[in-house]
């Protein structure tokens, strides 16, 4: 019997340890204008290349279009990378895509939540040949890289969303400026 409950324990903390790895990144509170985030995430966009489907700055809205992340005989194995991935016993898994939902919201004159939702889908096809797109329930990995990316563009490498607390977002960022007014960086080292 007690070896029975020390197993059932044991069950228990592993998968509470693998939903840990399979959570959804908090909102990341930076302490910089409210333009400054909404500039920055545009520029994350223009760099991954996403189109851009909605774009309101006063709600702080931006959506991205469908990305394809996988299609062909792998796509079971990849939608379990990006997201909870449903059997399938009547059909194939032909594609998996998705898109960034994210949120930029005003707080203070210098305090910003930026919120990102990745909105998981894949195509399945049945025997029969009838294709129909299956919601995926995220598992965090797709917002947490924009995150780090979007992090990383303002404060630099020593960015990351482990490291918490206000003491580090006090560090200035670096602005993005306009596509339009940005200028390569260069080594200005070299003679």
Known sequence: MTKAILL???ILLLTDADAKDRSMPPPLRVYIPFEAAWR??????????LKTVEENQAQGILKSDFI??????L???HIAK??????????????VEYRYDVLIQLIEAKETMVT?????RALKRDFMGTETWIKIPSNGQREK????????LLFGQMFSLDK????????????????????????????
Do not use: C, H
């Not at 990102?116 to 998981?120: E, S």
């Not at 940005?182 to 080594?187: D, E, I, L, S, W």
């Open 68 to 73: 394809e992340y996988s299609s062909g005989t």
């Open 145 to 152: 890289a924009l995150l780090e990316e979007f992090g990383t």
């Open 82 to 95: 990006i997201g909870e991935r449903p059997v399938v016993t009547d059909g194939d898994w032909v594609r």
């Open 164 to 191: 918490s607390g206000r003491g580090f977002w006090k560090l200035e960022p670096n602005y993005v400026p306009d596509m339009s007014t940005r200028t390569p960086v260069t080594n200005r080292d070299q003679p």
């Open 75 to 77: 796509t079971g194995s």
């Open 116 to 120: 990102v939702n990745a909105d998981i």
């Open 40 to 49: 920055g995430m545009r520029e994350v966009y223009r760099d991954r290349k």
């Open 8 to 10: 059932l324990v044991g």
